[in-house]
């Protein structure tokens, strides 16, 4: 068992998106973030499966579900019987010393209305498959890209300190 964090230590915070139930390519990823020293992680939908959610065990870890996510119930139950946060189709929350907000992408109202609202330090998406970021106003604005169909799988990084972030590109099984 992970003893949990308090909200002012995470610094490295972890995001990955769109992992449609291959655990191969997420588990990847989760291997990437390890490298990385996250402190926690943000999944931003797209989980596909229960089975995934164990993966994820290392950190505390905050998921959202994506247009894709057929069995929400067994999908909240896993993720809640692993200690993990569920946050359904958007999250807001706090983690070193900044709000974030996550929401999947595919709702493009509600994910414009939290960039626009600039409430939030940070907003976190998925759903393009396409890495990006940006900043609007004072929120940085972040996509991961994504763990399936994408070239190259990625995940992203972001240091909570001083609010950067970094791509990361992740080797799959299948490249070596």
Partial sequence: MVAPLTKAAVMRLGIISDTHGH???A????????????????????????????????????FVFGNTDQDLVDLRFAIEEAGQ??????????????????????????????????DFDLVCYGHTHEREQHQHGRTLVLNPG??????????????????????LDVPSAESH
């Fill in 23 to 25: 655990l191969r390519y």
């Fill in 27 to 62: 588990a990847e990823g989760v291997a990437a973030l390890q490298s990385a020293g996250v402190d926690a992680v943000l999944h931003c939908g797209d989980i596909g499966v229960p089975a995934l959610i164990p993966l994820f065990a290392g950190w505390p870890t905050h």
């Fill in 85 to 118: 946060s569920c946050h359904e189709r958007f999250g807001d929350i706090e983690l070193g010393g900044r709000r974030i907000a996550m929401t999947h992408g595919d709702d493009t109202a509600r994910l414009m209305s939290a960039i626009s609202s600039q």
């Fill in 146 to 167: 994504a763990m399936y169909r994408a070239s190259p799988h990625t995940v992203a990084v972001v240091d909570l300190t001083n609010l950067t972030a970094e791509f």
